[in-house]
């Protein structure tokens, strides 16, 4: 069995270190090892985006990223948006437009969704349906999120 | 967990060369996005050697340059990079493309083009277009004291499912793509129902020169339909400078079906697959054709 | 004088009091769960189809350091069958009869140790002959697959009202056909899980996403041989239902045997892998039907005969051919029907409950008849099927009362919602024309039933917060906020005023759990029962302390007020606050058991089964490439009797959620089985429907104020996904004159049929009748 390798980085805006072994996912040092449990398993194999998270500020799935390859970098989770603005009100508009039901996808769905923002200003609806290509949701049907990310996306220009 | 095999140590090396020297002392997985190793690693399908080496720190392996009259994608460029890169787009479109069809933002974001071109499957969507231009892989190793580099056409770098010409002390560094004459226009389809995150049940890739009613330089691929991404040889001969009108696109399109050799699998069946080859040639062969 | 303004929460978009938890990540599901002292449960499968076992070695796994216990059946001889006909045990001993099947488990430190201890149990097995279809089941001397059941017959049984005969006789038009369906399977986005713990005293806390956790605790307590009261279950926030998790599954007893032997808590989640494997699907069916009418386009007649693969093991898959019955008998009006259906035993993978609960497969063929048969006598589909739906008052055949009932009303409004008259004739004309891609529309409508009994207890504390004990499980379906909408209507305070708790069997009041589209029927039935009496009870002691009489008062936002003027008395927080403190102290607590007055069905299934019916009429649009078999859902139209809309956020989130799930049904989600394996047990290649794929949904509410229901509403959770298949193949039809009888439309399904080289969908042996 392989050793551990001691990485440091950047998660959610604060210095880490942790050690973890060579061939661990991302996503199981972050629920296992670190304990931040709102990054989600939904596949273990880059199908569902449920374990979105950011690393140096773009979108990835943590199930299919090394542990090790988060040495040195910018991680961001869903539980580093607590005091993001932008965020706060892209998770407020799932909330009000009704984009939540199990809830499982959010946090995945959110994050992605932030991309989506950061990148077009205004997209249109085909613009944020193929953003969130990545995400599944059993539950809503998607119609609502999409229409929580427009609504924030107008929200932000208004 | 997957079974971490004899793994036992890890690297990021921030230079080629250092990369190379590890590799050289062998047994190494090399990593890049880590998109299918990872999965395959779970799946048993891979098997990790005892140092994982993680390439993704090598700036040498990064960037899209134009050198003279040839495209130079670093290995490392990720999909994402490609679909935002304006020389790409532009000069390259049908690589675009097949960008713009590749699994999800996430998964773009972190897959490279040298990982797609080194797990060599047949259904990877950056070949097909690449072949389509004519491509050429760049292999580096570390001999005696200096780097050697060598370039084969990539047609010939991918020998079957997961297996290419890399010798296990290589390092693919980049892909070369000659800038294609004026004129040329080429098209991709890749068949799923979604816009993008499917494996493809066969893909296709057309481009010639357009002159008048004729194409010249001919280039027909089709992915998923054999060992590796081929190229569509009796297809092309009956296109390449002809006046292509209904029938010439008719008879090219059942050449293209009566020379691959799909499989059956789970996502479609060989008379099926071959019933695409024929279907969408005819369509897509027009639309490179007459715009 | 102080006015305090009547504000209404129903019908208004109101969001689901969980949200914002969701969104922020803060919600923590099983998988997030940690219990101290923990150890992780991991199961070893078959890894054969049909075979016996011959021997089982688990002493290397057991030497393994970090491993506190491996079991196999022999470890515990004190197993009883679980399931609808008590024919599965958790752990397999001599036979395994599915590719799924659990032969061993171990607790180890963590999950790594645990699934390597895996690999070092050693079995050895001598196969068996695989029987993987149901008519190979029946065929006479075919291998035995559960000994209880020598003629590999889970069930079988006969309907028939009036005389199929006679109808046929009067029949000016019959067509008959086979219908394949296929299997599919949940996929909730959180995979399985559970946590088992025994304190110190052998009491069982189990933290689970049962959706039934009062039946369950029954089960559990048969199956250690214990007290049921001596067995808690908390059920954590759910990552998908969908009827998934309505029976009790061999991981969770197996998850306690673990826990009990290594006298330490155990965790047991799935993979995703696992999930595909070992969860229950939708039970595929053939199905023969054979239908008639006059030239006046009356029905005549409906003759039905299904055979159900069951799978290894009976769950509730079993009794979905009970819930295709009410579609045989019932959608439109079927002066005479018979109805024969067989179960079979099979090595796949065994089939449970899924929202729809066979209506799905019931309603696919009856629609796509309704369509043919409207076509043999020159009436257009919507005509054809308004002259056969039933009205208000109607008693059918099956002996439902439709006391409200608004088909009618659903059929015209999505139809003329959709332009659906024009589109379809347009779109037929337009078959033979040019052009690689055809569009095509296609309407099919469904009846579906609700059931079950609820109680709930009320508390108000003297801030006049209130919580609402209720026996329903949240299953993201937004029945917390649906609850505390309804309670908050009697007893007229903010949404913020209520805390929901439904988690927890120490706690909650019985229940018989989230199924058949029950919770906002039945549930919200309980809640306003409880709320009032919680009502009246404040009223007299308001009335008491201010000698206004009851009949005058009312509660209003957050005061006791009068009635007629809306001018407040006092507030309702002091009030409670008074009557806490006073003498004869009094608290504010109520409960509320509502059982709805429904019929139990006789020996022929005769009966009015369900206290409100729901209805739903869908159009579907599409475009069909003719070069792939590529089918596009552009377009859905919904019409859909509700009752009433109590929240109208919520309940659009059901049906879109549905009706997408209903488009992965019809177009690709495809659990593939060969031989007894399951082919794609990933989503790589079983295909959910993501965001870019989605339809316009156009939906409009028919609001029949159902006279039983609370507020007027009846139950819809289900209703959206069962009807989009059979819409989905009339659709294709009109644009392509390609009928469809098997599903999933997948493109090369879609292709081979444009080309007519699709196998025709046999049924070699006529079940036994
Ligand atoms: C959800 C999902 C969807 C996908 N969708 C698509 C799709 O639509 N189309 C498609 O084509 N692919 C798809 N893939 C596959 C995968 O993303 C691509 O093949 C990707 O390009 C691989 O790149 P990587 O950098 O992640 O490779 P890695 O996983 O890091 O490496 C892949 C292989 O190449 C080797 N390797 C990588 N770089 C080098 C190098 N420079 N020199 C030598 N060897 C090297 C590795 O050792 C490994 O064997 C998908 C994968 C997932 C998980
Ligand atoms: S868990 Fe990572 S994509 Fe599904
Ligand atoms: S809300 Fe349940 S998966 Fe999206």
């Known amino acids: ?158 | 967990m997957p079974d971490a095999g004899a793994l036992e140590r890890y690297a990021a090396p921030r230079a080629l060369a250092e990369a190379l020297e590890l590799l050289r002392d062998g047994d190494a997985t090399i990593v890049a996005g880590g998109t299918d190793l990872m999965p395959q690693s779970h799946s048993g399908k891979a098997r990790f050697g005892s140092l994982l080496l993680n390439i993704r720190r090598i700036a040498e392996l990064g960037g899209i340059a134009l050198e003279g009259d040839t495209v130079r994608i670093g290995a490392l460029t990720s999909i994402s990079a490609l679909l935002a890169s304006p020389l790409v787009r532009e000069r390259l479109s049908i690589l675009a493309q097949a960008a713009d069809q590749f699994a999800s933002e996430q998964v773009r974001n972190a897959a490279t083009i040298g990982g797609n071109v080194c797990n060599a499957s047949p259904a990877g969507d950056t070949l097909v277009p690449l072949i389509v231009l004519d491509a050429a892989v760049e292999l580096a190793a570390k001999a005696g004291g200096g780097i050697e580099t060598r370039t084969l056409p990539l047609q010939d770098f991918l020998t079957g499912p997961g297996r290419t010409q890399r010798r296990p002390h290589e390092l693919m560094t980049a892909v070369r793509v000659p800038l294609p004459p004026a004129g040329f226009v080429a098209r991709f389809y890749k068949h799923g129902t979604r816009p993008a995150l499917d494996i493809s049940t066969i893909s296709l890739g057309i481009g010639g020169v357009r002159r008048g009613d004729r194409l010249e330089r001919v280039r027909v691929a089709f992915g998923a339909v054999a060992p590796t991404p081929i190229r569509a040889r009796a297809a092309e001969a009956l296109i390449e400078g002809r006046a292509l009108d209904a029938a010439a696109i008719e008879a090219a399109a059942e050449a293209a079906h009566d020379e691959v050799r799909p499989i059956s699998d789970v996502r479609a069946s060989d008379w099926y697959r071959q019933e695409l080859v024929r279907n969408m040639t005819r369509r897509v062969l027009a639309h490179v054709a007459f715009g | 004088m102080t006015v305090i303004e009547r504000a209404t929460l129903i019908g208004k978009r109101v969001p689901k009091m969980d949200a914002p938890e969701k969104a922020s990540g803060k919600t923590r599901y099983i998988h997030d769960i940690d219990v101290s002292g923990q150890l992780w449960g991991k199961i070893l499968r078959s890894a054969r189809v049909h075979a016996r076992i011959r021997r089982i070695d688990t002493s290397r796994a057991k030497a393994l350091p970090g491993v506190h216990v491996v079991l196999t059946a022999a470890d515990v001889p004190d197993q009883r069958p679980i399931g609808v006909n008590k024919d599965h045990p958790a752990l397999k001993g001599d036979k395994v009869r599915c590719v799924r099947d659990e032969i061993a488990a171990v607790a180890a430190d963590t999950e790594a140790i645990a699934q390597a201890a895996l690999a070092l149990i050693e079995v050895e097995y001598e196969d068996l002959p695989v029987i993987a279809d149901p008519e190979a089941a029946l065929a006479p001397g075919a291998p035995v697959i559960n000994e209880k059941h020598a003629d590999n017959v889970a069930m079988r049984f006969d309907y028939a009202h009036g005389d199929v005969a006679q109808g046929e006789a009067e029949s000016d038009v019959v067509v008959e056909d086979s219908f394949k369906l296929h299997y599919v399977t949940h996929c909730c986005m959180g995979v399985s899980g559970v946590i088992a713990e025994f304190d110190a005293s052998g009491n069982l806390l189990l933290h689970s996403n049962t959706q039934v956790p009062f039946l369950h605790k029954r089960e559990f307590a048969e199956i250690l041989g214990i007290d049921p009261g001596r067995i808690r279950i908390v059920q954590p926030p759910i990552g998908g239902g969908f009827g998934s998790k309505l029976d009790i599954y061999p991981f969770e007893i197996i998850a306690v045997y673990l826990a009990r032997a290594a006298r330490r808590p155990v965790k047991l989640v799935y993979t995703r892998e696992e999930e595909f494997l070992a969860s229950p699907t939708r039970q595929p069916v053939i199905l023969r039907l054979r239908s008639g009418c006059r030239k006046d386009g009356s029905l005549t007649f409906r003759s039905v005969e299904t055979l159900h693969d069951n799978g290894a093991y009976t769950s509730w898959g079993a009794t979905t051919p009970f819930v295709m019955m009410q579609t045989f008998s019932s959608l439109y009006r079927v002066p005479h029907c018979k109805y024969h259906t067989t179960v079979a035993y099979t090595n796949n993978p065994y089939a449970g409950s899924f929202r729809g609960y066979g209506n799905l497969q019931a309603t696919f063929a009856v629609e796509s008849h309704m369509d043919k048969l409207a076509e043999a006598v020159g009436m257009d589909p919507l005509a054809f099927r308004l002259r056969n739906a039933q009205d208000p008052g109607e008693v059918t055949g099956q002996g439902m009362t439709f006391k409200s009932c608004g088909f009618k009303d659903c059929l015209r409004s999505a139809a003329e919602r959709s332009g659906f008259l024009a589109r379809h004739a347009e779109y037929r004309a337009a078959q033979g024309a040019g052009g690689r891609v055809k569009r095509g529309i296609g309407i099919a409508s469904m009846l579906h039933v609700g059931g079950g009994a609820c109680g709930t207890i009320l508390k108000l504390d003297d801030f006049a917060h209130v919580t609402l004990m209720t026996g329903a499980s949240e299953i993201g379906q937004g029945s917390e906020t649906v609850l505390a909408q309804l309670v908050c209507e009697e007893l007229g305070l903010p949404l913020s005023a209520v805390t929901v708790v439904n988690n927890d069997t120490d706690i909650t009041p019985w229940d018989v759990g989230v199924h058949a589209s029950r919770t906002t029927f039945i549930a919200g039935n309980s809640a306003i029962g409880a709320a009032r009496k919680a009502k009246a009870k404040i009223l007299a002691a308001a009335a008491k302390k201010t000698g206004v009489p009851e009949g005058e008062l009312d509660l209003v936002g957050g005061f006791v007020v009068r009635a007629a003027s809306g001018e407040a008395i006092v507030e309702l927080a002091k009030l409670l606050r008074g009557l806490h403190f006073s003498d004869k102290a009094e608290l504010v607590m109520t409960t509320h058991y509502y059982e709805p007055p429904s019929v139990h069905q006789d020996k022929g299934f005769k009966g009015d089964v369900s206290a409100a019916y729901a209805w739903a009429t869908q159009v579907v649009e599409v475009e069909v490439d003719l070069d792939t078999g590529i089918v596009k859902m552009t377009k859905v139209t919904g019409a859909h009797d509700v009752g009433r809309v109590i929240n109208r956020l919520g309940i659009e989130g059901q049906i879109e959620g549905g009706v997408v799930m209903g488009q992965g049904y019809a177009l690709t989600e495809n659990l593939v089985i060969e031989d007894g394996r399951v082919k794609n047990p990933s989503f790589r290649d079983y295909k959910l429907v993501t965001a870019p794929e989605i339809p316009e949904m156009d939906l409009a509410f028919i609001e029949t104020m159902d006279g039983e229901g609370p507020q007027g509403a009846k139950g819809v959770g289900e209703a959206p996904a069962i009807c989009i298949a059979a819409a989905t193949a009339n659709a294709i039809c009109n644009a392509t004159g390609v009928r469809i009888y098997e599903l999933p439309f997948t493109p090369e399904k879609v292709y081979r049929a444009l080309k007519g080289v699709a196998p025709k969908v046999a049924w070699r042996t006529r079940a036994a009748a």
């Open chain 1, 1 to 158: 069995m392989s050793r551990s390798v001691e990485i440091e980085f950047r998660l959610n805006g604060v210095v880490r270190r942790a050690a973890v072994r060579a061939d661990m996912s991302a996503l199981a040092m972050l629920r296992d090892v670190l304990g931040l449990t709102g990054t989600k398993y939904g596949c273990g194999e880059g199908e569902c985006g449920a374990c979105t998270i950011l690393v140096d500020g773009a979108s990835l799935n943590a199930c299919l990223l090394f542990a090790v390859d988060c040495d040195g970098r910018e991680v961001t989770t869903i539980e580093g948006l607590a005091n993001d603005p932008a965020a706060q009100r892209l998770q407020r508009a799932f909330a009000e437009h009704g984009a939540v039901q199990c809830g499982f996808c959010t946090p995945g769905m959110v994050l992605q969704a932030g991309r989506i923002l950061a990148r077009a200003g205004q997209p249109d609806r085909a613009t944020i349906q193929r953003g969130l290509e990545g995400n599944l949701c059993r539950c809503t049907g998607y119609k609502k999120i999409i229409d929580a990310v427009e609504a924030a996306a107008k929200e932000r220009a208004a």
